[in-house]
C-alpha cells in the first residue's frame, strides 16, 4: 500500500529497505482517489520507533493512506529531538476541526500514575471525546486502551506485583470467531505485552456496551470493541518490532531495576539466543482487517459526513 508521509520522515528509508511502498505527497496528488486519512497521537517515549512500528503495519493493504501524527500540547519529548516534532506533529488545535478515517492512540510511560495525576489527562480526555464524532474508527493501543475504557465506561484498572511482560497467547471468542477483525486468524495467536497495570475483567465483561474479542489465560481481555467497532482496545502491543522487548529488556538491566526475563520471547529462554518472533503475521492481520472493515468498508465517501 502506498503510505503517503513525508519525504523526510526517519521512518521512510527503513520502510523502503524492507521494500514498503511509500510516496510523497506530491506523487500521492497525482493519483485520482480519496486516500484514508488517519491520525496517531504517539504517547510512547521513542516515537520514531514506534512511528515505524506503526507505519510497517499500515503498509499492508492495497489502500492509499495519508498519516498525520499528533503531539500533546505543550509536552516536551525527552527521547525525541525538537526539530522532529516541529517537523512532523501537529498540535490539537491545529487539527480538531478535520475528520478522519482512523485513529490510532499509543501506549504511555506513565501507566503506574493515576489518570488524574498525568499531567495531560485534560488534553487526552478532549481527544477521545473528538474522535467519537470526528473519526469513524479509534484503536486504543495498552496505556491508552486502559485509559479510554476509564474515561468512556468507568473501567479500573489496577496495580500488578510485578511488571506483565513477554509474549503470550490469546484465542478469540467463540462467539466472535466470524468476526472481520479476525479473519485469517489462526485458534491461537500471540501478542506482546509489557505493563505494570492490568484492568479489571469483571467491569469490562459486566459493562454491555463493551465486547471481549479475544483474550488470554494470562493476560486477559486482550482485545474489546464497543460502539460497533468505532472503538477497539488492545491491552497489548502487536505493533512491537522483534528486538523491542529486548531492548526494554537490557534498558531496565542497565538501571539496575528489578527486571524478569521476557517470557515466551528468547529462545530457550537465553537472551544471547535472541527472540523468536511469533506475533508478526497476526499483527499484519489485525491491522490490515481493521483499515479495511472497520475504516475503508465503514467511512464515508465524503469525509465530512462523519458524525
Known amino acids: 500500500m502506498p503510505l503517503n508521509i513525508p519525504a523526510k520522515l526517519p521512518a521512510v528509508e527503513i520502510l523502503k529497505s524492507e521494500n ?11 493519483q485520482d482517489i480519496r486516500p484514508l486519512r488517519i491520525i496517531i497521537l504517539n504517547l510512547m517515549p521513542l516515537k520514531i520507533t514506534t512511528e515505524t512500528d506503526l507505519l510497517r503495519l499500515l ?3 492495497p489502500l492509499q493512506i495519508e498519516i498525520d501524527f499528533l503531539k500533546i500540547s505543550g509536552h516536551v519529548s525527552k527521547n525525541t529531538p525538537v526539530e522532529h ?25 506513565v501507566e503506574q500514575m493515576s489518570f488524574e495525576e498525568v499531567s495531560y489527562w485534560d488534553e487526552v480526555k478532549a481527544i477521545f471525546d473528538w474522535s467519537r464524532t470526528h473519526v469513524t474508527s479509534t484503536m486504543y493501543i495498552c496505556w491508552a486502551a486502559q485509559a479510554g475504557l476509564y474515561h468512556h465506561y468507568g473501567i479500573h484498572k489496577y496495580g500488578l506485583d510485578k511488571k506483565f511482560f513477554g509474549v503470550f497467547s490469546h484465542t478469540v471468542m467463540p462467539r466472535c470467531r466470524k468476526e472481520p477483525l479476525f479473519r485469517g486468524f489462526d485458534d491461537e495467536f500471540y501478542i506482546p505485552h509489557s505493563r505494570h497495570t492490568a484492568i479489571c475483567a469483571d467491569e469490562v465483561r459486566s459493562c454491555e456496551a463493551l465486547t471481549v474479542m479475544a483474550e488470554g489465560g494470562e493476560s486477559g481481555p486482550a482485545v474489546m470493541i464497543a460502539r460497533g467497532g468505532r472503538e477497539i482496545y488492545l491491552t497489548g502491543h502487536s505493533e512491537y518490532a522483534p528486538d523491542t522487548l529486548a531492548n526494554e529488556y537490557y ?11 521476557p517470557r515466551n520471547y528468547f529462545r530457550d529462554d537465553n537472551p544471547d539466543a535472541g527472540p523468536v518472533v511469533r506475533w508478526r503475521a497476526h499483527a499484519n492481520l489485525l491491522f490490515a482487517n481493521w483499515l479495511n ?15
Open 20 to 30: 514498503i511502498f511509500v510516496m510523497d505527497s506530491l506523487r500521492a496528488s497525482s
Open 59 to 61: 503498509s499492508n493493504t
Open 85 to 109: 516534532m516541529m517537523a512532523f506533529y501537529k498540535e490539537f488545535t491545529e487539527v480538531c476541526e478535520r475528520r478522519y478515517d482512523g485513529m490510532i492512540i499509543t501506549g504511555a510511560p
Open 251 to 261: 534498558r531496565d538491566l542497565g538501571k539496575g531495576l528489578s527486571i524478569e526475563i
Open 293 to 307: 472493515y472497520y475504516v475503508y468498508q465503514e467511512t464515508p465517501y465524503n469525509i465530512e459526513d462523519i458524525r
